[in-house]
């Protein structure tokens, strides 16, 4: 079955670190990839997607590659700021499997100034 | 962009009370919502998937007669903890479906604030 596999926090970084989250996925079909990130008490929100091979999704500094060949998905950002800090969770999508959502466990990035 | 909404944000209740949560698409229709259930510090578990107009399908494990979903229309469904006790306390999360033909596509979901369910 579909899965997805995230690097276990938590992430401690200093103010203006390069920061990448591995993130590596099976399925079965064709998946949409995406990054979701949730502030302390908050609700998921979408961070980036990428939905076929070679495709680079980037928002807010943050950029990821979907990479088939080595069924990846690594969220980057080149300088990380304390308002960072968050849970990143790393997810597809697969039209296969009836759109449902797969989660990774999720990691805990803390930024420190 | 497209914007879930759900209600309440909190919610205390005693032991073998029933909670109703909604969840609701405001500037879109979706025909698909998800429920999800998060422990602290876990990731997200998919407790059902809700289709307008037809039954919910509920993931191995969650029993459908203890969690009452209702998708009644395009922009609304609700969840039903029915006689709650302190192990159903926890963190639920609902997501809508993305349309064809918006920018975020069918494989997108917009997630709602969540509801922090605490039983006494």
């Known amino acids: 079955g579909n899965s997805v596999t995230q690097m276990e926090g938590p992430v401690t970084l200093s103010e203006e670190a390069f920061l990448t989250i591995n993130c590596t996925y099976t399925a079965t079909g064709y998946p949409s990839l995406f990054w979701y990130v949730q502030y302390p008490g908050e609700g998921l929100q979408l961070l980036l997607k990428a939905t076929k091979a070679d495709d680079k999704g980037s928002n807010k500094g943050f950029e990821a590659t979907y990479r088939k060949e080595t069924t990846s998905f690594h969220l980057e950002k080149g300088s990380v700021q304390v308002s960072d800090s968050a849970v990143y969770f790393c997810a597809l999508s697969d039209p296969a499997g009836g759109f449902k959502t797969i989660f990774g466990a999720g990691t805990r990035l803390f930024v420190k100034a | 962009g497209a914007v879930v909404s759900q209600h309440p944000s909190r919610v205390i209740c005693k032991s073998g009370t029933s909670v109703k949560i909604e969840c609701r698409s405001l500037?879109?229709?979706?025909?698909?919502m998800f429920w999800y259930r998060q422990f602290p510090k876990q990731s997200l578990m998919l407790m059902a998937t809700s289709n307008e107009g037809s039954k919910a399908t509920y993931e191995q494990g969650v029993e459908k007669d203890k969690f009452l979903i209702n998708h009644a229309s395009l922009t609304l469904s609700t969840l039903t903890v029915t006689s709650a006790h302190p192990e159903d306390s926890s963190f639920y999360i609902c997501s809508a479906r993305g349309l064809s033909g918006t920018s975020g596509g069918t494989d997108t979901q917009y997630f709602g604030p969540g509801t922090r369910l605490t039983v006494l």
């Open positions: 500037d879109f229709q979706a025909t698909t």
